[in-house]
């Protein structure tokens, strides 16, 4: 430490999660958290770094094989600087303020590393710091020689199935006789290419424990993550961040930013979780994008990416539902802004928007994730969503290509469960992809919509068709537009699906399985405590209420202690046990 001077980086060797991490900055707090790493590791061993704060943070996945064939498969940057756990950091494939020549150097890097830890085939995680000014001094930070939790990033970005491939190559086969399980006529041996962005968001469950510190470092807090797929990295961020399901709209433009100045600060300079939403606050509030560089040591380009975004976001507030032209809506949509936000903006119905959609013919249309940005024929039907110029045929017709061929077989659309938090996680994932298999089974044409990288079935040879898209109504009612199923199947996704039972049913969509009356019977506290009553089964004293007012006359009915449970939730979530009237009056 006295080599090296403050701050610096305490790492616990044989950990995962960056468990037993911290970063130091004064010497009184050396001590403790030196002691602490000692006792987290099982082998009381810690490494001690210089810390790298504000450094730019780069990952490559590698695959090696027998012969000494090595591939980079996805370079991954880390928006968020070094200093917090990747697994809490938002990332973006591929990495996009790289220079070549960097990017060259780190390569050449990842592959001696991965040749010098052993003789071995199969998969490699290479994690490197890169310094943000001109000079792009490049340093190892990390390698995992395994696949790792970035490796199953790296495989739904790029439709390349890293972990099978690697486990082939470890029971002896070479890359050159492995097929591209995506194009059918290449090999394994090439590189994925990507004519796409994709964003990963990671997912918290801070409102679970209350009091909780919420501001990221070197351990991870996260519990999920979501990804989004998009033509350009804005619009791969508002999928991402409409995949979240904290309800949120996107980025702006859903009247829930902050507009305290001393907050706003607060939150960039101590990492929060809502800090992808805070940066869009800041340049709003007119905070200058150099002070918000400063403060977050975030690139300038992605910096760049939300200003514009907020100019987009005020020329669209000029106009109204019936002045805003076609150029513009697309240009909005094209940037991932959802209906509901440009219904915000335009102070109108999300349904105006999309009628006004309809009427311009700005329409989605939906790309493959091929592994070779087209340049091949691709045989598996793993899609995204975009919005395109529109492009005259020889005839003079307009249209805009869509990659996705309906077939004339009946259809089921099973929709999924969304990011993993805590009261859902991969149990629905797993009931979703026995959905998907029973159905296939049955003869149907089987359609996955799901937004979950580190899930099943949001694997490319799960179902007949994977949209890797928001479990968001917008983007679901587009997709059942486009397929025309037979039905969707909601009760296997968790809340998640369920939440959008209302809608199906409103829209006249067919709900497969227990219908929507049904679900909602159950799902309504008073209705079904009602029904119990209805039917002489015993059930707890029971009372509703709506409000604070309503909550504290029931409580004198029912007398403490009381459970306070909200309807439509899963995972105990919002529930509480309270013992007086303070408790009720704060909680409910």
């Avoid at 701050?7 to 010497?27: C, D, F, N, Q």
């Avoid at 300038?300 to 106009?319: A, N, P, T, V």
């Avoid at 149990?427 to 029973?438: K, Q, R, S, T």
């Avoid at 049904?518 to 029971?542: Q, V």
Wanted: net charge negative; hydrophobic share 35%.
């Amino acid at each position: 430490a006295q080599e090296f001077g403050f701050p610096l980086v305490i790492r616990a060797s044989y950990t995962l999660g960056g468990t037993g991490a911290s970063i130091v900055y004064k010497e009184e707090d050396f001590d403790e958290l030196l002691t602490r790493g000692l006792e987290i590791s099982p082998i009381h061993e810690v490494m001690i770094d210089k810390a790298l704060i504000g450094w730019k943070e780069y990952e490559l996945e590698l695959l090696r094989d027998t012969n000494d064939n090595v591939v980079i498969i996805c370079s991954i940057e880390n928006m968020d600087p070094m200093g917090i756990h990747t697994g809490d950091s938002i990332t973006v494939a591929p990495a996009m303020t790289l220079s070549d020549t960097c990017y060259q150097k780190m390569r050449d890097m990842a592959i001696k590393m991965m040749r010098s830890i052993g003789d071995f085939s199969g998969g490699c995680n290479v994690q490197f710091a890169v310094s943000p000014d001109e000079k792009e001094d490049i340093i190892a930070v990390e390698i995992n020689p395994r696949v790792s939790r970035s490796s199953a990033l790296a495989s739904k970005a790029t439709g390349y199935p890293i972990a099978k491939i690697a486990s082939k190559l470890a029971i002896g086969y070479n890359l050159d006789e492995l097929e591209n399980q995506i194009t059918k006529s290449t090999s394994a041996l090439f590189e994925p290419t990507l004519d796409y962005v994709i964003v990963k968001i990671p997912r918290w469950n801070f409102d679970k424990f209350e009091g909780s510190d919420r501001t990221l470092g070197l351990q991870m807090k996260s519990v999920g993550e979501v990804m989004g797929i998009g033509r350009s990295f804005q619009e791969a961020l508002h999928k991402a961040t409409q995949s979240l399901e904290i309800k949120r709209n996107g980025i702006g433009a859903d009247g829930k930013s902050y507009k305290d100045k001393d907050l706003i600060i607060s939150k960039l300079i101590n990492a929060s979780w809502d800090r992808v939403f805070v940066i869009f606050d800041a340049i709003q509030i007119g905070i200058p994008l150099s002070r918000i560089n400063e403060l977050t040591k975030i690139d300038m380009w992605f910096l760049r990416q939300y200003e514009g975004l907020y100019l987009l976001q005020k020329e669209i507030s000029k106009y109204t539902i019936d002045s805003i032209s076609k150029d513009l809506l697309l240009e909005a949509k094209q940037k991932g802004y959802g209906d509901r936000q440009i219904a915000h903006i335009l102070n109108c119905l999300e349904s105006q928007v999309y009628n006004k959609r309809q009427e311009m013919n700005i329409n989605r249309v939906y790309k493959l994730v091929d592994t070779c940005a087209a340049e091949f024929t691709a045989s598996t039907p793993y899609y995204y969503s975009t919005f395109e110029n529109e492009i005259e045929n020889k005839e003079g017709k307009k249209y805009s290509h869509n990659e996705s061929v309906v077939s004339d077989k009946k259809k089921i659309i099973v929709l999924g469960s969304g990011p993993n938090r805590i009261g859902q996680g991969i149990e629905f994932d797993y009931c979703c992809v026995h959905g998907v298999l029973a159905s296939a089974e049955c003869g149907y044409e089987t359609i996955m919509i799901n937004c979950n990288p580190e899930t099943v079935s949001t694997d490319f040879d799960i179902a007949d068709k994977l949209y890797f898209e928001p479990v968001f109504w917008e983007h679901i009612y587009d997709i059942i537009r486009h397929e025309n199923p037979e039905g969707v199947i909601v009760q296997l996704g968790g809340q998640t699906a369920l939440k959008l039972s209302e809608k199906l049913d409103r829209y006249g969509i067919n709900i497969i399985g227990t219908n929507y009356k049904s679900l909602d019977l159950a799902e309504d506290r008073g209705s079904f405590s009602t029904l119990l009553k209805e039917n002489n089964i015993p059930y707890p004293e029971f009372d509703t209420a709506s409000s604070v007012d309503e909550a504290i006359i029931a409580s004198k009915k029912l007398d403490f202690p009381i459970l306070i449970r909200p309807s439509y939730v899963l995972g105990g979530q919002g529930m509480k046990i309270v013992i007086n009237e303070k408790d009720l009056k704060e909680h409910v």
